[in-house]
Each structure stands twice: as structure tokens, then as C-alpha cells.
Nanobody
């Protein structure tokens, strides 16, 4: 079992920045993918970015150049951050931390609102 704890999110003006954090702990296998998804009302959950245990990173086209995903590992805990810059109103969504090794895990979700 893996436990995910999210933090961050909130209200920010267009052009502003926010940082989301997610900590994965528990029985983590050697190979995993950890990332962020987001969902707006009436829409499907979409991938924002992810990072693999090997360090490979992928971003959605809509966030390339604006968002940065990173992680560090302390003992058997993976701390991941999503730095979001130059935020736009269309980035408004509930953001979910996601972790996959041999099972799939989701965080509780955190609201990000970009509005003036």
C-alpha cells in the first residue's frame, strides 16, 4: 500500500505561480510513475505531468514551458512538486496526485483557481 498526501493549491491571479506538493510513502516498488492530473467540471481527468522512477519527465502540451515537475527521495518516501508559473484561467481545475507502481493510487485532490 502507498499513501499519498497532497498540499498546495488555492487562488491566484493570472500570471501568478503556485506550487503543489505530494508525498508518497509506504511500500513503494523500485519502478513507478508519479504525476499530476487535473479535472474541470464536465471534463475527463487529463494528465498534466509525470516523472518516472528513472527520472523521465513528460508534460502535457498545454503546460510545457510553464510547469515544472520535480521529486526527491528520502528513505522510502518520494516527495514530488509541481511548480506552476504563468498560470492562466484555463488552468483552473482540481489537481490530483497520481502514483503507479504495481497498483494505482490517487490523492484527494486540491483546487487550483486562476482568476482576477
Amino acid at each position: 500500500q502507498v499513501q499519498l498526501v497532497e498540499s498546495g493549491g488555492g487562488l491566484v491571479q493570472p500570471g501568478g505561480s503556485l506550487t503543489l506538493s505530494c508525498t508518497a510513502s509506504g511500500n513503494i516498488f523500485e519502478n513507478y510513475i508519479m504525476g499530476w492530473y487535473r479535472r474541470t467540471p464536465g471534463q475527463r481527468r487529463e494528465l498534466v505531468a509525470h516523472i518516472t522512477s528513472g527520472g523521465s519527465i513528460m508534460y502535457a502540451d498545454s503546460v510545457k514551458g510553464r510547469f515544472t515537475i520535480s521529486r526527491d527521495i528520502v528513505n522510502n518516501t518520494v516527495n514530488q512538486q509541481l511548480q506552476m508559473n504563468s498560470l492562466k484561467p484555463e488552468d483552473t481545475a482540481v489537481y490530483y496526485c497520481n502514483f503507479w507502481d504495481q497498483s494505482l493510487y490517487w490523492g484527494q485532490g486540491t483546487q487550483v483557481t486562476v482568476s482576477s
